[in-house]
């Protein structure tokens, strides 16, 4: 497998975490964005939407971090990322869904206002308002997860693709500049510190967001 991968990147971090916990060898191929190479006909070709992450192996070329993992887990079923049931499954994609539609962009937001070192490489400008309802619209999308952990370590019963999903976003704006401490949800709080002592979390964060959180 070759992985396409960007730094301060919370999409490649997430398909970074899935790879290592599967165990899955894969050559890496580091993509910078603000240079333009994400943008060059090369990268283009592997996804037209020059993104990262994006993953190539044999004839596939894929891209979205939740499909990356989505194929990676269903390649290698001995990592057991996904549950055996249909109904399991189906609950995963909710989590997916949940994620990417809602809790990441959220946090992005509030990242991307916030980290002094993204608003450099970036040039955006510091929105209170935005800030503001970033934070509101978490204000309302955490409880949904704090429930959800109620009397559980994971979402779905066993450590799975639902879990990992949500560690690079909330891994950002915990630290830094965002300082987001989760002080309301203390089961979120806690499921975080479990998915975030993993070494695959680690080795993710060492490959795509080193010095950035």
């Known amino acids: 497998m070759d992985f396409y991968y960007g730094t301060l990147s919370g999409n490649s971090a997430r398909s970074a975490f899935a790879l290592a916990e599967a165990g899955v060898a894969f050559t890496p191929h580091p993509i910078g964005s603000p240079n333009g190479e994400n943008r ?5 070709a592997l996804n ?21 993992n989505w194929y990676v887990a269903e390649k290698h079923p001995e990592a057991r990322l996904l549950p055996a049931s249909l ?11 949940f994620q990417a539609a809602h809790v990441s962009p959220a946090c992005m937001t509030l990242f991307r206002k916030t980290n002094a070192r ?6 955006t400008d510091a929105t209170p308002e935005a800030v503001e309802a970033a934070r509101q ?3 309302r999308y955490l409880p949904v997860l ?6 559980r370590d994971w979402l779905e019963g066993d450590f799975s693709l639902a879990d990992l999903a949500y560690a690079p976003h909330l891994a ?15 089961n979120v709080r806690a499921w975080l510190a ?14 795509s967001l080193s010095g950035g959180v």
């Open 40 to 44: 060059e006909a090369p990268y283009l």
């Open 48 to 68: 037209p939407m020059g993104k990262v992450p994006a993953l190539v192996d044999g004839d596939l070329r894929l891209w979205e971090s939740n499909a990356i």
């Open 87 to 97: 109904a399991g499954r189906a609950s995963v994609q909710r989590w997916l869904m």
């Open 118 to 123: 993204v608003r450099a490489v970036w040039k």
């Open 137 to 139: 619209e978490l204000g």
């Open 146 to 151: 704090e429930q959800a952990l109620a009397g």
């Open 172 to 186: 950002m704006i915990a630290a830094g500049d965002a300082g987001f401490d989760f002080a309301a949800t203390p």
């Open 194 to 207: 479990r998915m975030w002592a993993r070494p695959g979390w680690k080795r993710a964060v060492e490959m």
